[in-house]
């Protein structure tokens, strides 16, 4: 019985030891809950403001998921925040009119550069609920403000899942290129008619003519 266990765990400890070496050779290594390419191993971060709770709250993720932030240079892969804001609609009323219940809407922009690959833009939306209880003015501010930064965290968490998919979205554009290319350059060969003629036929051909031209070479 102990050699069987013995030998269901060194099965186990064999398949963990392929499959990390198969995502090794991949490029992608297991960084927190997400499996983040090789190639933003190191990542700079600007934002349209340095300083903000968004930029603090991605910030904390690169140190979650293993991701060393660097300064930015042209060698090194960016992620730019552009924008967020904050958005609310009214979804119940109270029988005086007055707003009950409020669906809040955070959406934040983002681009992402990684060198010698391109760049792309993203946003992210996070949608939550919020009760307005004109008893509790106070404690109605401070669950306001615990909701807006429980939606930043959660839209800094979409960013690091949307950087685990780079590599994958990069690679089809790379593969689209490519077809584009071979589609164009299959067009252009289909209209284009190459003639040749050797130096030997084209002499040939000359001398015929002038002897056809000129009555002084036909025989009589």
Do not use: W
């Not at 490029?27 to 190191?42: E, Q, T």
């Not at 401070?142 to 685990?164: F, G, K, P, T, W």
């Not at 290129?177 to 050797?198: F, G, I, P, Y």
Request: with cysteine; hydrophobic share 35%.
């Amino acid at each position: 019985m102990k050699a069987f266990f013995s030998l269901k765990s060194t099965i186990r400890t064999l398949f963990v030891a392929v499959m990390a070496l198969a995502t090794a050779s991949c490029g992608f290594h297991l960084r927190g809950n997400y499996m983040l390419p090789d190639d933003i191993a190191k990542l700079s971060l600007t934002s349209f403001d340095q300083y903000g709770q968004l930029t603090r709250q991605v910030e904390s993720q690169f140190k979650l998921h293993g991701v060393e932030s660097v300064p930015p240079s042209e060698t090194v892969p960016n992620l730019h925040l552009i924008s967020e804001s904050l958005g609310e609609r009214t979804l119940s009323l109270y029988q005086n009119s007055r707003a009950a219940e409020y669906e809040l809407t955070y959406v934040v922009s983002y681009n992402i550069v990684v060198p010698e690959k391109g760049s792309q833009t993203y946003s992210t939306k996070v949608n939550r609920t919020f009760l307005d209880n004109p008893l509790t003015a106070l404690a109605k501010s401070v669950e306001r403000d615990m909701i807006e930064d429980e939606m930043r965290q959660q839209a800094s968490r979409q960013i690091m899942r949307q950087l685990a998919r780079l590599t994958a979205v990069f690679n089809k554009l790379e593969e689209e290129e490519l077809e584009a290319m071979l589609e164009d350059n299959s067009d252009k060969s289909a209209n284009t008619t190459v003639t040749t003629e050797a130096l030997e036929d084209t002499q040939a051909g000359n001398a015929l003519f002038a002897d056809e031209t000129n009555p002084s070479n036909t025989a009589e």
